[in-house]
């Protein structure tokens, strides 16, 4: 199945997702500002790309689930950039994850990357 340009997998069929491509995408799709995130958007952005990957991949030869995990691995040059404690905090982190907003975010937005 072929995946997008920011999502490849590793010899060890892990899932590695590169930010420097993916962020960018998925930032500009919830119109968030590229340049200078914060932590609540950066983690919006690491939240939507595991969603994609998991509608991606399910009930294709590509799923390694039930039988083994699904591993997904963030990579990226530039680590600085996409590192949550260089930014604001916005919402935080915890708003995006614990509160559920990421998936929200997700739903608005899948169609866009």
Same mark, same amino acid.
């Given at each position: 199945?072929?995946?997008?340009?920011?999502l490849s997998?590793?010899?060890?069929?892990?899932?590695?997702?590169?930010?420097?491509?993916?962020?960018?995408? $998925?930032?500009?799709?919830?119109?968030?500002?590229?340049?200078?995130?914060?932590?609540?958007?950066?983690?919006?952005?690491?939240?939507?790309?595991?969603?994609? $990957?998991?509608?991606?991949?399910? #009930?294709?030869?590509?799923?390694?689930?039930?039988?083994?995990?699904?591993?997904?691995?963030?990579?990226?040059?530039?680590? $600085?950039?996409?590192?949550?404690?260089?930014?604001?905090?916005?919402?935080?982190?915890?708003?995006?994850?614990? #509160?559920?907003?990421?998936?929200?975010?997700?739903?608005?937005?899948?169609?866009?990357?």
């Amino acid at each position: 199945m072929p995946f997008p340009n920011w999502l490849s997998k590793d010899t060890h069929g892990a899932f590695v997702v590169d930010a420097d491509k993916a962020y960018p995408v $998925i930032l500009s799709a919830m119109g968030a500002s590229v340049g200078n995130p914060d932590q609540y958007q950066l983690e919006c952005a690491y939240q939507c790309a595991k969603l994609k $990957i998991q509608d991606l991949i399910t #009930g294709t030869a590509d799923d390694p689930r039930p039988a083994n995990p699904l591993v997904i691995v963030v990579d990226c040059t530039n680590k $600085i950039m996409w590192k949550h404690s260089s930014h604001a905090v916005g919402k935080g982190k915890t708003a995006a994850t614990e #509160g559920g907003e990421a998936r929200q975010v997700y739903a608005n937005i899948k169609h866009l990357f």
